[in-house]
């Protein structure tokens, strides 16, 4: 399974941008996606998480401003960011727990490599 992350950059205090995270490669189904970030000398932290049947969670730091959804048709995950603010700068992680085949009866953990996110003040 590969998660592959794009949309990431540079954007300036208060400005908007759009995370997307495409699921690919042989498994059976996807349960829950999220998107973490990391900021530099912090650990990895959680900041949106949703189920398949598209139950939403969200860290406080960022609840109002972001919002997450998913196509699972499409294997895809997006985060939608407004308002961002220089604290909100961090390299951010697609995850999914992924069932690989029928058989199995515990998830997989996959992250992707991360796309960074610069919000200037």
């Known amino acids: 399974v590969q998660l592959q992350a794009s949309g990431g950059g540079l954007v300036e205090r208060g400005g908007s941008l759009q995370l997307s995270c495409a699921a690919s490669g042989t498994f059976f189904s996807i349960n829950n996606m999220g998107w973490y970030r990391q900021a530099p000398g912090k650990e990895r932290d959680l900041v949106a998480t949703?189920?398949?049947?598209?139950?939403?969670n969200y860290a406080d730091s960022v609840k109002g401003r972001f919002t997450i959804s998913r196509d699972n048709a499409k294997k895809t995950v997006l985060l939608q960011m407004n308002g961002l603010k220089p604290e909100d700068t961090a390299v951010y992680y697609c995850h999914a727990d992924v069932l690989n085949s029928r058989r199995d009866t515990t998830f997989t953990d996959y992250w992707g490599k991360g796309t960074l996110v610069t919000v200037s003040s």
């Open positions: 949703i189920t398949r049947g598209k139950i939403t």
